[in-house]
């Protein structure tokens, strides 16, 4: 039997829909800029987020460090939460390519608020880097999907005017926050300078992710995606997977959402495993294994004998994400995988 993959959102199959219309995808050279499919998803979701204009990137690590460059200077310094993904999982792109570091703060759920920032912003002087952008992350992966609050974000947009520094959002799966909410996209992109849109997590694109801002900075934005490596010839074939993701796949993730709610509050009665529910806010749910006297690797690999594949996410801790290609049928499958597991790990103790 198939096994059920909840190791991430970026697992997912396109659709034969999808896929047709990808085969159908008007073409051409998006590097002289005339992908008529690329320049529709660029403009497509400029619009939605409120924007200027797009730039189709080949990942959401290139968006965000094409972000980062353009708005930074080498020996500067960016303001972000401990655990924002700019920082941890992005092979340490930052400091190599823009020669910038990070000032980290803590907070509840990935979130930071406006006073931690006021206070982290450098005064000016030649003895300190210079603060030179905050970044957020919306929804926050490492947080368990946890969505960052509307009213601290303006708070905080209220501090970098103060400031003259710009805002960039990491909202990869941003629009699981939307759907969530009932927050339109262009109003949580209102406090930022820059956004990135990733189209192959919970949207189910195979490829790519969109950075929004300013035409200025978008023009800019194509000279750092140019030193990166990322122009791209006919890349229509790509994008029109995109546009048929905002056009079909938005609404449905409420059906993640509760298939992750199902999953968490089935776990977390385990002897043995943990889910803090308030965290369990969309698609994403943390998984806490010291109960079970095993290392989260050890779980990991049980679970798999039983049909279930998640991703070992640091010390003790499991990581499960439901998408389009889980279905509430596999989510009880994986519940009973669970109840396998803990059922064996509990027979070997007594």
């Known amino acids: 039997m198939t096994p059920i993959d909840l190791r991430s959102d970026t697992v997912t199959q396109p659709s034969d829909a999808m896929r047709q219309a990808m085969f159908t995808a008007e073409v051409g050279d998006d590097v002289y800029g005339e992908d008529p499919t690329v320049n529709r998803l660029q403009d497509e979701l400029a619009a939605r987020l409120g924007k200027e204009a797009g730039l189709y990137m080949a990942s959401g690590t290139m968006s965000n460090q094409v972000a980062i460059n353009a708005h930074t200077h080498h020996g ?30 803590d907070g509840e759920y990935g979130t930071i608020t406006a006073e931690q920032v006021e206070e982290t912003i450098r005064p000016v002087s030649y003895h300190y880097p210079q603060t030179a952008l905050i970044c957020l992350e919306n929804t926050h992966n490492k947080a368990g999907g946890t969505i960052f609050p509307l009213e601290e974000i303006e ?42 849109i990733c189209l192959s997590k919970g949207l189910g694109a195979p490829v790519g992710s969109v950075l929004i801002g300013s035409r200025d900075f978008i023009d800019q934005a194509v000279w750092v995606r140019k030193r990166f490596g990322g122009a791209m010839r006919q890349a229509g074939i790509l994008a029109a997977a995109g546009l048929f993701a905002l056009e079909n796949n938005i609404d449905r993730l409420a059906e993640d959402h509760a298939n992750a709610r199902q999953l968490a509050e089935s776990v977390n009665a385990m002897d043995g495993l943990n889910v803090d529910l ?73």
């Not at 655990?83 to 390519?97: D, I, M, R, S």
């Not at 009932?182 to 109003?187: L, T």
């Not at 597991?341 to 103790?349: H, P």
């Open 76 to 105: 500067q310094e960016v303001i972000c939460h401990r655990w924002n993904h700019v920082f941890n999982f992005e092979g340490g792109t930052a400091p190599a390519f823009s020669g910038v570091g990070f000032n980290l703060l």
């Open 278 to 350: 308030n965290a369990v806010q969309t698609n994403i749910l943390m998984i806490n294994t010291a109960g079970t006297g095993l290392s989260e690797e050890e779980v990991r690999v049980r679970l798999e004998e039983h049909g279930v594949l998640v991703h070992a996410f640091g010390r003790d801790h499991l990581r499960a994400v439901t998408h389009l290609n889980v279905a509430a049928d596999d989510i009880s499958r994986a519940i009973e995988g669970f109840e396998k597991v803990t059922a064996d790990i509990r027979s070997a103790g007594e």
């Open 155 to 196: 708070k905080i947009h209220t501090v970098a005017e103060t400031h003259g520094l710009p805002m960039h959002l990491d909202g990869a799966r941003l629009f699981n926050a939307v759907v969530a909410t009932g927050i339109g996209p262009a109003d949580w992109a209102a406090a930022f300078d820059t956004v990135s």
